[in-house]
Every structure is written in C-alpha cells, then in structure tokens.
T-cell receptor, first 110, second 112 residues
Framework: GESVGLHLPTLSVQEGDNSIINCAYS??????FIWYKQESGKGPQFIID?????DKRQGQRVTVLLNKTVKHLSLQIAATQPGDSAVYFC?????????FGTGTRLLVSP | NAGVTQTPKFRVLKTGQSMTLLCAQD?????MYWYRQDPGMGLRLIHY???????AKGEVPDGYNVSRLKKQNFLLGLESAAPSQTSVYFC???????????FGQGTRLTVV
C-alpha cells in the first residue's frame, strides 16, 4: 500500500547551518505532497507544499525538492534557527487519505 | 476564526469506559481526519471523512467509531477503552485532498 517514510529519525545541526530533511514515498501516482512542522505539545502546522508538476518550490527560508524518478522529497531549511527545533513530517494526501511518515526530529544547538 | 477545536484537551478513562472526542471546524472544510500519535511515532490515521454523512477507515480503525452528522463536526468514539488507546489524538480538516490540512491542538487520553 501507500507509504511515506523518512530516512532519519533525528537531525542535529548548529544554529546558522542549513538543514536537509529527507522523505521517500512509494506511490508513484502521488501528485501532491505537504510538509508539516510539529512543535512540542502542539498540532502539526503547514510549512510548504509541492505538486508533481514542479521539481522545486521555495518559501521563506524553506525549499522543497521533488524527485519523481526516485520518489524522494527533501525539505531544506536555510540558516536554521533555534525556533526551527521541531519534528518535521512529509505527508501524502493521495486517494483522500492524508498519510504521514514517522517524522524527523530537528535539534538546533547554539 | 477558531480553526479546528478539539474537546476535551485532557481525559483519563478507566479500562472499559466509553467516551466521545469532539472535533469542530469553522472553515467549511469537506475533509476531516482523526489521528493518534504515540511517543516516538508519527501520526497514524484512524478514520476520515470526505463530506457530511460519510466516513471511512484509516490505518488503525479498530476500537474506534466515528460520525459526521454535521459538516463542521467529526466525532471519535471509544466504546470500551483499553490501555493501548492511551495516546494523543489529533483532528484535522482540509478543503480537499489537494489542499493543506489544519490541525487541532490535540487531546491527551490516558486509559488506566
């Protein structure tokens, strides 16, 4: 069945570094992906999305890359700040079900 | 604009008790979802609804029931709570499957 997975459970970076969080998906028919950020004790919040007719989409300090050939997504955070510390999920809302991966915990140290 | 509101925020149940979690959204969204999140794990989809009067099973539906009698509300029921249902429950809603979902703040449920 469909699945959305993440390669690393924890990513530790220093403040000011760029962070890259990866995500693999298995459903080749998936055409829309969403990245969410979840801070401790809160519900997930939308960060950025990308549709399959795009390879790249940029937001404020964040960029999402989509490689449909290898079914891989990445979220890049530029100049990572302590406020970026959270768990990041990629999600695939295909076939009406909004399915999440396990998540990557981003730890930002000063 | 309240967004997605979950009631209650915390609850402790004894094994075998029943309860209903309420999710309300004021964004006129068609899609609504219930998830559970256990420590160290991601969000697992319990049930979802693509419109008023419709419900469907997600990844982990056993032990839960849902109802969507009104478009703005999505109820999650536990008929006979078990300790394995101790978790944080999140509700979400979205306009469609190609738009982002908005989440509530969660309900922390403990079953003893």
């Amino acid at each position: 069945g469909e699945s959305v997975g993440l390669h690393l459970p924890t990513l530790s970076v220093q403040e000011g570094d760029n962070s890259i969080i990866n995500c693999a998906y298995s459903n080749s028919a998936s055409d829309y992906f969403i990245w969410y950020k979840q801070e401790s004790g809160k519900g997930p919040q939308f960060i950025i999305d990308i549709r399959s007719n795009m390879d790249k989409r940029q937001g404020q300090r964040v960029t999402v890359l989509l490689n449909k050939t290898v079914k891989h997504l990445s979220l890049q955070i530029a100049a990572t700040q302590p406020g970026d510390s959270a768990v990041y999920f990629c999600a695939d809302p295909g076939f009406q079900k909004l399915v999440f991966g396990t998540g990557t915990r981003l730890l930002v140290s000063p | 604009n309240a967004g997605v509101t979950q009631t209650p925020k915390f609850r402790v149940l004894k094994t075998g008790q029943s309860m209903t979690l309420l999710c309300a959204q004021d964004m006129n969204h068609e899609y609504m979802y219930w998830y559970r999140q256990d420590p160290g794990m991601g969000l697992r989809l319990i049930h979802y609804s693509v419109g008023e009067g419709t419900t469907a099973k997600g990844e982990v539906p056993d032990g839960y029931n849902v109802s969507r009698l009104k478009k703005q509300n999505f109820l999650l029921g536990l008929e006979s709570a078990a300790p394995s249902q101790t978790s944080v429950y999140f509700c979400a809603s979205s306009y469609s499957s190609t738009r982002e979902a908005f989440f509530g703040q969660g309900t922390r449920l403990t079953v003893v």
